[in-house]
């Protein structure tokens, strides 16, 4: 059984930065796509980035130029960094893998940016 855990969220102040983790644990092999969703009150889960087994990435146009994805490979974790955080991050952060063809996804960890 897989699992997925995060850590890194918190209450930060506009401008500031955070670091979150997702870490996998269980059966895992052949870990394709690692990725971080988030969903604000009252909208649709958006994806925020992602980040493939060849490295290539994908980011959410609000996101772009102050986000970073990066995964460690031996350590089954992806991780986010978020730089020059705005008001309007504020959200649940899930982070989502596909391992072996099937998809999980943590339990999902609050940003809150206050302006």
């Known amino acids: 059984q897989v699992q997925l855990v995060e850590s890194g969220g918190g209450l930060v102040q506009a401008g500031g930065s955070l670091r979150l983790s997702c870490a996998a644990s269980?059966?895992?092999?052949?870990?394709?796509?690692m990725g971080w969703y988030r969903q604000a009150p009252g909208k649709m889960r958006e994806l925020a980035a992602r980040?493939?087994?060849?490295?290539?990435?994908n980011y959410g146009d609000s996101v772009k130029g102050r986000f970073t994805i990066s995964r460690d490979n031996a350590k089954n974790t992806v991780y986010l960094q978020m730089n020059s955080l705005k008001p309007e991050d504020t959200a649940v952060y899930y982070c989502?893998?596909?391992?072996?063809?099937?998809?999980?996804w943590g339990q999902g960890t609050q940003v809150t940016v206050s302006s």
């Open positions: 269980g059966s895992i092999w052949d870990i394709a796509g």
């Open positions: 989502r893998m596909t391992i072996a063809g099937y998809d999980y």
């Open positions: 980040i493939f087994s060849g490295g290539s990435t």
